[in-house]
């Protein structure tokens, strides 16, 4: 008897505490799978975002992209004119990728991360890209073989992030960064081009606000520097004394790195120990890769163009204030007495730094 009140006590209470969700029903909403953040011609803030949205034609219902825009001086009270222009409510539960113009991240981006992380139906891992240009038009491109532009920027973003082409990030790294004292966060920079659009690097930030940013080949040097790499492809330019040059292009880099910090009365050092091995698989030089020694000149070579590219890149952050490796990070980790205005004022300027990159060419094929 017990054991049927206790039973009959779960079922009413399951029933009680469904009614109190907010459910959505599929076909009553409509789901933002893409957003994009600009300034509007009055320097307001402007959005825009898109949807799939079913059209019937001929009998059939044809999958088409909806877009709304609406302009204001919040977030909030933006929204609020996006769901008055609307069909059907907007909901943000299947967001995917969220852009940003740089001329808005040029201002700051604090009010709008924050308040996408304040809402519990955005994601944590959502994709967050800087647009070189208007955020509005990377949506409104046709992109993608009948995809949605959500979905394709979405795979596009991550297929970069996972060869290895830029360092990852999402929503929840950015803010992790941006609140840290001791390092600054990076985005995606993407740009159109004619009819479609590319990965073009990554942009830095310094606090919330864009500071500059970074080639693709210079974001490949900084995911080296910030994770390990895992079956990457990458070209280098290798310069002779005569003034000739040449391209090598290594696959299957998989690198290692190790992190020490010296502290001296002078400032501190950071060494940085990169074992780095790959295959070549292309190569536009006159020399015969069966020869002895060759591999070895060209390890060679390769392993000067990473250090000498990466250290001026240490030393050009250093110099501008800004901290996208996180050595703040690590110093941080090896002192007692950390203060933020010290580091940032005193220590991180009178930072040196030393790298030691090791690369081990496993297989040259039959180039010649």
């Known amino acids: 008897m017990a054991r049927r009140w206790m039973y009959s006590f779960c079922v009413a209470l399951l029933f009680l505490t469904t009614g109190c969700l907010q459910t959505n029903v599929i076909d009553e909403v409509s789901l933002i ?22 059209i019937e034609q001929g009998g059939k219902n044809v999958l088409e992209k909806g877009i709304i825009e609406a302009s204001g001086d919040t977030v909030k009270g933006t929204k609020l004119m996006l769901n008055k222009r609307a069909q059907r409510p907007l909901v943000l539960g299947q967001i995917r990728v ?27 891992r959502v994709l967050l890209a800087i647009v070189d240009g208007q955020a509005e038009e990377i949506l409104k491109t ?14 596009l973003l991550r297929q970069n992030m996972e060869q290895n082409m830029i360092p990852s990030t999402n929503l929840h790294e950015f803010l992790f960064s941006f609140y840290s004292d001791a390092r600054d966060p990076y985005l995606p920079l993407i740009k159109k081009s004619g009819s ?54 290594i696959e299957k880099l998989n690198s290692e790195l190790t992190k020490e910090v010296e502290k001296t009365e002078a400032g501190p050092i950071f060494h940085y ?41 240490l030393y050009q952050f250093r110099d501008d204030g800004i901290d996208p490796v996180g050595a703040g990070e ?39």
């Open 196 to 249: 479609s659009v590319r990965v073009a690097g990554t942009a830095l930030f310094k606090a919330d606000v864009v500071h500059s940013t970074l080639s693709g080949d210079e974001s490949f040097l900084l995911k080296l520097i910030t994770t390990p790499t895992r079956q990457a492809t990458q070209q280098f330019t290798l310069h002779r004394e005569e003034g000739a040059s040449s391209h090598v292009v």
């Open 142 to 155: 046709e992109i993608g073989s009948g995809e949605q532009a959500g979905v394709f920027l979405a795979d």
């Open 98 to 124: 969220i852009l940003f113009s740089k001329a808005l991240a040029e201002r700051g981006l604090e009010d709008f991360v924050d308040s996408l992380y304040r809402d519990p139906s955005v994601g944590n």
């Open 33 to 54: 799978r893409l957003a994009a953040y600009d300034l509007d011609d009055d320097q307001q803030l402007k959005i825009t975002v898109s949807f799939p949205t079913f």
């Open 330 to 368: 690590f110093y941080r980790s090896t002192t007692r007495d950390w203060r933020p205005e010290e580091w940032k004022n005193s220590i991180y300027p009178a930072a040196n730094f030393k790298l030691d990159v090791e690369l081990n060419i496993v297989q040259s094929g039959a180039i010649e």
């Open 273 to 313: 120990n990169m074992t780095i091995d790959g295959e070549i698989i292309d190569y536009t030089g006159e020399r015969n890769l069966d020869e002895p020694g060759v591999v070895k000149e060209l390890q060679e070579q390769v392993e000067e163009e990473i250090t000498r590219r990466l250290t001026d890149m």
